[in-house]
């Protein structure tokens, strides 16, 4: 089983809707988890980060945490077409290691 | 400037050459990390260094080595390098491992093409 798995997409999504992106991960021991957006051709940009059960809210993004079902969520509201993009799940393990998934490309249709 | 400066942004190397990638923060960082990502696979993570420390070795080929002088500082020394291992190389810097917030923070990265 893969450490970090996400939907590899593309999600396409209308602008204006909300777009929900998921990501599930195997060690239970998990602590930390991120979410990253990567444009193509750049390095990945720290966007969310999520700690304890629930939800988590910047701006437009939403992150929620299910830590019994090992599962984080980034939702985007009011999506944009400069959110196109792939997004990044990250988790740091029991390992202290940062794994990430292979990220979920999305579309925001104009 | 952004907080993680690496350079060369692009180098191109023969397999008999050696070269060095250079990573830089200016975040107060105490963990730095080296990543390379090719298309279609995950990020993967190549080395870890807790205060200067490393702390981790996922299994890298001989061929790839790193030198951390200082905190903010990160090397990854190329040398008979294949076709292979041309990728896009991210340095990343958090808190230190264990101690705050662990969030990493990225540098633009090396794309690095082996001819």
């Known amino acids: 089983q893969k450490e970090v798995e996400q939907n590899s997409g593309p999600l396409s999504v209308p602008e204006g809707a909300i777009a929900s992106l998921n990501c599930t991960y195997s060690d239970r021991g998990s602590q930390s988890f991120f979410w990253y957006r990567q444009y193509s051709g750049k390095s990945p940009e720290l966007i969310m980060s999520?700690?304890?059960?629930g939800d988590k809210e910047d701006g437009r993004f939403t992150a929620q945490l299910n830590k019994a079902s090992q599962y984080v969520s980034l939702l985007i509201r009011d999506s944009q077409p400069s959110d196109s993009a792939t997004y990044l799940c990250a988790v740091l393990n029991r390992d202290d290691k940062i794994i990430f998934g292979k990220g979920t490309r999305l579309h925001i249709l104009p | 400037e952004t907080g993680v400066t690496q350079t060369p942004r692009h180098l191109v190397m023969g397999m008999t050459n050696k070269k060095s990638l250079k990573c830089e923060q200016h975040?107060?960082?105490?963990?730095m990390y080296w990543y390379k990502q090719s298309a279609k696979k995950p990020l993967e993570l190549m080395f870890v260094y807790n205060f200067k420390e490393q702390t981790e070795n996922n299994s890298v080929p001989s061929r790839f080595s790193p030198e951390c002088p200082n905190s903010s500082h990160l090397f990854l020394h190329l040398h008979t390098l294949q076709p292979e291992d041309s990728a896009l190389y991210l340095c990343?810097?958090?808190?230190?491992?264990?101690?705050?917030?662990?969030?990493?923070?990225f540098g633009q990265g090396t794309r690095l093409t082996v001819v």
């Open positions: 990343a810097s958090s808190q230190a491992i264990r101690v705050g917030n662990t969030e990493a923070f």
């Open positions: 999520i700690y304890s059960n």
């Open positions: 975040l107060g960082h105490n963990a």
